[in-house]
Every structure is written in structure tokens, then in C-alpha cells.
């Protein structure tokens, strides 16, 4: 419903923005000789933009989806191979001791355990079409030992804030629409992404232990967290330390060194189960050429909202007023003796994680515009892509979840899921500014 909203609110502010522009023109020298505003030609024919923008947003959401195929086709095959060969169930069992302490209230041997396991390796894997399914079996599982069963245990609302943290090993699609786009190098953002959503992952999980009172330094749950705190730091340091000019040649070694290496693990895996790779690759590919074609209307209905949005003006005066507020923030700051001013080059990516939390599909469509516009290997267009995959989407996996098995009272779900969230957007910033500047 949310996401309604905000589709109508993008053509109606649009309309209005377009409204004001063209009044604007016509008592031009009343706003000039009052208030120094510039009014021209080019905000009496607003609406001729606007039509212009409709049509050829269109047209770049069908090119953008079309572009899409190939690439997610080659890693929905590959995700397949990796599926049936068992890197799923070797993820789950590698994380098994750790989860089994962060829901207290699930017993050992309950069935629950293997969904939410499986659950979070197939999401590490972005196994979206996979994860779903094995998410909602969860939540029915862990509904079948919930006390209360129209408000949300302790169990369901940590499973839940994990699930909307997003915490992602290979980010299929958003590496498949950067390739679509015309990336010179499309997985160039996959270990700012791995960090962010680490970050993302880890403030939800301590946001949700400190309610729940779980033990954060029982040794196991310390184990693990130390040890991703300092693998992730360690990668930090080593980039913040690198050359300017070492930065994303290194990265991008590791990042394609990493992915092919994992590609190679699959098969591998898939050989020792001898599974048919060729038949399995395909199995997986069909289902990439599926979804490619069942978002073009999501992309075409998000992309024309979005260039009404922009083309009117609206999208500029908003993106101004974020830049103000920073600016006013810089003002402060260089008032009260401080040197250091803080960069506002990261804003004309903010509506990109503004949106995610709201709707997958329309953040899907603000970063498809935000490279068609700004260049997919920008700066805008890498941080963009760091936002889109530094969450999931918290409104919405709420509300599939919980709607599942008929929960009304959620507690403190959607505010730790917004936390994890904010954590996520931040952390995008820092990584973009330490791996694309």
C-alpha cells in the first residue's frame, strides 16, 4: 500500500511542481522584482518535458530489462548449479551454532532451525527465489511454538530484522542491471556491498540482543562476531591505506577473483554430487529470462513515475533542500572552529536508499534512473548501487511474513528493521567515499 502512495505522489507533485513552474512564467517579473526568482522559457513548455521524459522512460526500462536477460540468466544458472550442489546446506551448517544461540526459544531439533538456516545461506547466496519460500516455511514453523499467536515472538522478530538487513554474499541482480547498464566492470561493487550489508546485519542483531537480553559475549555468538568485526575491518584499513589509484584496481581483482572463485566452488560441488552442470545451468538460466521479462512492467510503471518526478523539478528542489540542510550543517560547523566540512556529493543517491526500505521494485527503478542519468560507473551510480544493496526491504518483508501467518502486533520489529536500515545507509556513504573517490 505504502508503495501506492508514493507511485500516485510522484506524478501528483510532478503535476503541481509543473503547475507552479508555468504560473511562475507567466507573473515572471512579480517573482523577479519580490523574491530575485528566475522564471523562462523553459518552465512555460515544463509539460512538453514532461511528456518527452514519460515516453522515454518507458522506452529505457524495456531496453534496461532486455539488457537484463543475459546476465541474469548466466548467474541464475550458476546459483542453480550452486543450489543442487549442496552450498546451501554447507552455508547452514557453518552458521548452525551461532543462530542456534540467537533464538533461545526454539528448540534444538525443531524444524524451524533448518528453514531459517536455510533461509539466510540462500539469501547469502541471493537466491531470491529460493530464500522466499524456505522464509515463509520458517515463520509458519516458528508460529507453530509461538505462545501468542497474534503477536510476534522473540524468535520471529530477530529472524525477521536479520532477513531485512540483507546481508548478501554475491548481489546477482544489482551486478546483472550495472551489466545491463553498460558497466565497464559490473561486480566492481561487490565487496562495498559485502561490508555494507555487514554493517547493516550487525546493528540489527545487536539492536534486537539488547531488547531480547541475548548474551552478546556468550563465546560462540563473540566468535563469530569478532571474527566478521575484524575481517571486515581488516578489508577497511587495507583500502583506506591503499593509493588512490591502487583502490579500485585491487578491489576489483579481489572482487572478480572472489566470484569466479565461488563459481568454480559450485561446479566443483556439482561434479562430486554428478549432477548434469549443463542441464542444471540451464534449469537456473530459464528462470533468469522469466524474471527479466516479469519486471518490465515494475520498471516501466517506476521509471515513468520517477522521470515525471524529475523532469517536473520536484526531484532537483528535494535533492536542494537535502544539500541545504548539509550545507547549513557545514555552516556550523566551520562557525564553531571545526576545518573539516563534510562532502555533499553523495545526495543525488539518497533517494535510492530513501526508497528501499519501502519498496524493492521502486528503489529497483530510482537506481536504474540514477545510472541512466548520472552513468552507471559514476560515483551517484556506484553509491546508488551500494544503497540498493546495503537492505532488504524492510516494509515489505514485514508485512509478507508477518501477514503469513496473521500476526497484528509487532512489537518492536519495524524499529529495529529501521535501524539496521539507517546502520546500512551510512555505511554505504563511508564505503563509497573510501572505494569510488
Known amino acids: 500500500m505504502a508503495l501506492n502512495y508514493i507511485w500516485v505522489s510522484f506524478f501528483v507533485l510532478g503535476f503541481l511542481m509543473a503547475v507552479v513552474r508555468v504560473v511562475g512564467y507567466y507573473f515572471r517579473e512579480f517573482f523577479l522584482q519580490n523574491w530575485n526568482i528566475v ?7 515544463i509539460f512538453n518535458t514532461i511528456i518527452g521524459s514519460v515516453f522515454s522512460s518507458a ?3 524495456v531496453t534496461l530489462s532486455i539488457g537484463l536477460i543475459g546476465a541474469m540468466a548466466l548467474w541464475l544458472g550458476i546459483m542453480k548449479i550452486g543450489e543442487e550442489g549442496g552450498a546451501v546446506n554447507v552455508l547452514a551448517r557453518l552458521m548452525g ?39 515463509l516455511k520458517a515463520m509458519n514453523q516458528l508460529q507453530e511454538i509461538n ?7 522473540n524468535a520471529q522478530i530477530m529472524f525477521l530484522v ?40 550487525i546493528t540489527g542483531l545487536v539492536a534486537v540482543s539488547i ?13 563469530y562476531l569478532l571474527g566478521g568485526i575484524v575481517l571486515m575491518g581488516g578489508i577497511i584499513y587495507y583500502f583506506v591505506n591503499l593509493p588512490d589509484e591502487q583502490v579500485g584496481p585491487i578491489s576489483s581483482l579481489l572482487g572478480n577473483g572472489i566470484i569466479f572463485s565461488i563459481i568454480i566452488a559450485f561446479l566443483l560441488m556439482g561434479l562430486r554430487k554428478k549432477i548434469n552442470l549443463f542441464n542444471t545451468f540451464i534449469d537456473g538460466a530459464k528462470d533468469g529470462f522469466g524474471i527479466a521479462i516479469k519486471i518490465i512492467p515494475y520498471l516501466v510503471a517506476m521509471l515513468v513515475a520517477i522521470g515525471v518526478f524529475r523532469a517536473s523539478g520536484a526531484m532537483d528542489l528535494l535533492l536542494a533542500g537535502i544539500e541545504g540542510i548539509f550545507n547549513g550543517l557545514n555552516y556550523v560547523l566551520a562557525a564553531v572552529g571545526f576545518t573539516w566540512q563534510i562532502n555533499t556529493d553523495f545526495i543525488p543517491g539518497l533517494p535510492v536508499a530513501l526508497m528501499k526500505p519501502l519498496s524493492g521494485s521502486g528503489a529497483r527503478g530510482l537506481f536504474a534512473e540514477t545510472m541512466e542519468t548520472y552513468g552507471v560507473d559514476s560515483f551517484v551510480g556506484r553509491l546508488a548501487a551500494t544503497f540498493q544493496g546495503s537492505t532488504e526491504t524492510t516494509f515489505f518483508v514485514l508485512a509478507v511474513y508477518f501477514g503469513s501467518v496473521g500476526i497484528k502486533r509487532t512489537r518492536y520489529a519495524l524499529g529495529a528493521g529501521l535501524i539496521a536500515d539507517f546502520a546500512g545507509i551510512i555505511a554505504a556513504i563511508f564505503v563509497a567515499y573510501i572505494f569510488f573517490r
Open 39 to 45: 522564471f523562462t522559457t523553459e518552465d512555460l513548455n
Open 59 to 61: 522506452q529505457a526500462s
Open 97 to 135: 551454532p551461532f543462530f542456534h544461540r540467537l533464538f533461545p526459544e526454539v528448540p534444538k531439533e525443531h524444524p524451524a532451525n533448518g528453514s531459517m538456516l536455510m533461509n539466510f545461506s540462500a539469501n547469502l547466496l541471493g537466491l531470491d527465489n529460493a530464500a522466499t519460500p524456505l522464509g
Open 147 to 153: 505462545p501468542d499467536k497474534e503477536k510476534a515472538s
Open 162 to 201: 536479520l532477513n531485512t538487513s540483507g546481508l548478501t554474499l554475491i548481489p546477482v541482480s544489482i551486478m546483472a542491471l550495472r551489466a545491463a547498464g553498460g558497466s565497464v566492470n559490473p561486480s566492481d561493487i561487490f565487496i562495498p556491498i559485502l561490508i555494507t550489508t555487514f554493517f547493516s546485519s
Open 211 to 223: 531488547i531480547q537480553k541475548i548474551n552478546l559475549l556468550d563465546k560462540v555468538i563473540l566468535a
